[in-house]
Every structure is written in C-alpha cells, then in structure tokens.
T-cell receptor, first 115, second 115 residues
Framework: AQSVTQLDSQVPVFEEAPVELRCNYS??????LFWYVQYPNQGLQLLLK??????LVESINGFEAEFNKSQTSFHLRKPSVHISDTAEYFC?????????????FGKGTKLTVNP | GAVVSQHPSWVICKSGTSVKIECRSL??????MFWYRQFPKQSLMLMAT?????????EQGVEKDKFLINHASLTLSTLTVTSAHPEDSSFYIC???????????FGSGTRLTVV
C-alpha cells in the first residue's frame, strides 16, 4: 500500500518569503500525485496535480510542484507567499487497490504566513 | 467548475440519535464517491468508497453498521451515522471521482458534534 510522508507538520514563514512544503511517497510504480489546500472548517481544494508529461506543474496562484521519480518526491514551492496562503496543505497519491482507485493522504503541513 | 455540495455544514445531535449527511455532485455524474473523517489537526482518514448502485466498500476498522452509506444515484451519496456517540464527533468530508479522469472533487465538509 502507498504511503505519503509530509515531513513538516508546521511551516511558519514571513510574507513575501519563499516556501517549500515537502512530500515523499512510497511507491516506485506509476503514480498520480496531488496537492490540496484546506482552509479552516472547509473541504479540500485541488491546488495542482501531476498525471503525466512535464514533471513541473503549476497552479494559478503561483504554487508549483516538481515530480521527481528518482527521489519519489513531489515538493510544493512558492517563490513569494502571501498572508492569504495560510492554510493546511495535503499531499496525496492515488492508489489502485482491489480494482478501485483512491487517494492516500499525507498528514498535512500547516503553513502560517506572518506579516 | 465542478462542484460537490455537502449538507449540512454543521450539525449538533444528542447521543443515541442518527444523523444523515448528503453529498451531491451538482454538474457532473459521480460513479464513485468517497467518505472521509478528519480529526482535529490530523489528516483525512478514508472511511469508505461507494459506487452507484452497489454496496459501499469500508476500510478496515470502520463499522459498516454504524456508518451507513447509500449511493442511490449518480449524483447523490449519503452517510448516516447511526446511534451517534460523542466519540463520533468529527469533521466528515465527501469527495466524488470526477468530472475528469484522475480527478477528485471535495465537498465542504460537515462538522458533527454529538452531545
């Protein structure tokens, strides 16, 4: 079974600083990778995903993530964060199990952007 | 864009009563829906996977008689917490597979408090 590791449970940064949220997954077979963002008391919103093709994927709000097969990583980065980026971020990998596909989530990283 | 509507957003119920949570895909058909439970400051735990017209598949350790899942149509899945107890208090989130391949759209979540 797949597992997803988000090493940092909390990441505090100052506004306009760069940030990297780390994510590693366990499987070496073909995978689909996702980053989701969750604001307090809300569901998850898809930030970006990697299915195939270019290993660098970008979101509309300045985040990007790079799929690195050799390191089994999918780290999320943003060159300059805003206060509004404060949220919980979850990395997830899709897993095919028992003929059905499902998402396996990491434990999440709480990003706090301070003024 | 794709929307999954989840209701209610919050509910308070007395111990021993049952609570039903609805999850609707508004502009696409979802053959597969997922139900998650999220404890405070923790990741999402998959409870069950439901496919339209068939019985749900529950994850290990999830009581199927306590958490009843019905997926009667391609746009509606329901989770009923039967004989709720305070330990069932949690944040429940549904997601639908789709509308695009390898995509998952999440509901906004339901905060259940059992008193």
């Amino acid at each position: 079974a797949q597992s997803v590791t988000q090493l940092d449970s909390q990441v505090p940064v100052f506004e306009e600083a760069p940030v990297e949220l780390r994510c590693n997954y366990s499987s070496s077979v073909s995978v689909y990778l996702f980053w989701y963002v969750q604001y307090p008391n809300q569901g998850l919103q898809l930030l970006l995903k990697y299915l195939s093709g270019s290993t660098l994927v970008e979101s509309i709000n300045g985040f990007e993530a790079e799929f690195n097969k050799s390191q089994t990583s999918f780290h999320l980065r943003k060159p300059s964060v805003h206060i509004s980026d404060t949220a919980e971020y979850f990395c997830a990998v899709s897993e095919l199990q028992g003929g059905s596909e499902k998402l396996v989530f990491g434990k999440g990283t709480k990003l706090t952007v301070n003024p | 864009g794709a929307v999954v509507s989840q209701h209610p957003s919050w509910v308070i119920c007395k111990s021993g009563t049952s609570v039903k949570i609805e999850c609707r895909s508004l502009d696409f058909q979802a053959t597969t829906m997922f139900w998650y439970r999220q404890f405070p400051k923790q990741s999402l735990m998959l409870m069950a996977t439901s496919n339209e017209g068939s019985k749900a598949t529950y994850e290990q350790g999830v009581e199927k008689d306590k958490f009843l899942i019905n997926h009667a149509s391609l746009t509606l899945s329901t989770l009923t917490v039967t004989s709720a107890h305070p330990e069932d208090s949690s944040f429940y989130i549904c997601s639908a597979s789709g509308p695009y391949n390898y995509g998952y759209t999440f509901g906004s979540g339901t905060r259940l408090t059992v008193v």
